[in-house]
């Protein structure tokens, strides 16, 4: 079994400032681990993934995320936001070819 | 086609119609999975084929819900007698066998309502 805890559905940061989404998850073999990004009225986009091959990966649009074996988690971090970082980011799992398992959804504002 | 094709955008039927949602996958991808979003954060999975068998079907409703991928056919979902709470945008995604890491690629989603 396997499930995903994004801690606050909403987080706001000021244009500039760093970004932190919190992802953990929990799963009964090693996991593969991902970030998605929906904009307003669109699909998910890949930001990144972990696949055992290094801990800390880098993504599209300067996201990065560490994969954390020992805390179980896989947060999601950018140096500096920008206002089209504004939408809702996804943490996700799944052990192969199975079904992905999503977190609930982290929505990020930008303030100008 | 290099990205996931979801058609019509936009379906809207009366309670109890019949809805049927169509998906092409990206040329290649053997694997195809169905999800459902509800309130806008909540992914719900519904079904996955490889080719044209069915490889997961646990979070199928099976009693309105059918679903089918035939050779050079796109994919569709079929939702038999809807009902309110079908409401919802239902995503399309596939992936491609060899991928260490299996990773999804979504189509833009179908907004199902159901009046």
């Known amino acids: 079994a396997q499930s995903v805890t994004q801690l606050g559905s909403h987080v706001s940061v000021s244009e500039g400032a760093l970004v932190l989404l919190r992802c953990n998850y929990s799963s009964s073999v090693p996991p593969y681990l991902f970030w998605y990004v929906q904009y307003p009225n669109q699909g998910l986009q890949l930001l990144l993934k972990?696949?055992?091959?290094?801990?800390l990966v880098k993504g599209i649009n300067g996201f990065e995320a560490e994969f954390k074996k020992s805390e179980t988690s896989f947060h999601l971090t950018k140096p500096s936001a920008h206002m089209s970082d504004a939408a809702e980011y996804f943490c996700a799992v799944n052990t192969g070819r199975r079904a992905l398992t999503f977190g609930s959804g982290t929505r990020l504002q930008v303030q100008p | 086609g290099e990205e996931v094709a979801q058609t019509p955008k936009h379906l809207v039927r009366g309670e109890g119609q019949k809805a049927k949602l169509y998906c092409a996958p990206i040329k290649g991808h053997s694997y195809v999975f169905w999800y459902q979003q509800v309130l806008k954060n909540e992914f719900k999975f519904l079904i996955s084929f490889q080719n044209e068998n069915v490889f997961d079907e646990t979070g199928m409703p099976k009693e309105r819900f059918s679903a089918k991928c035939l050779p050079n056919s796109p994919c569709s979902l079929e939702i038999q007698a809807t009902k309110l709470e079908d409401s919802a945008v239902y995503f399309c995604?596939?992936?491609?066998?060899?991928?260490?890491?299996?990773?999804?690629?979504f189509g833009p989603g179908t907004r199902l309502t159901v009046t």
């Open positions: 972990y696949t055992s091959a290094a801990t």
């Open positions: 995604a596939s992936s491609q066998p060899g991928q260490e890491s299996y990773e999804q690629y």
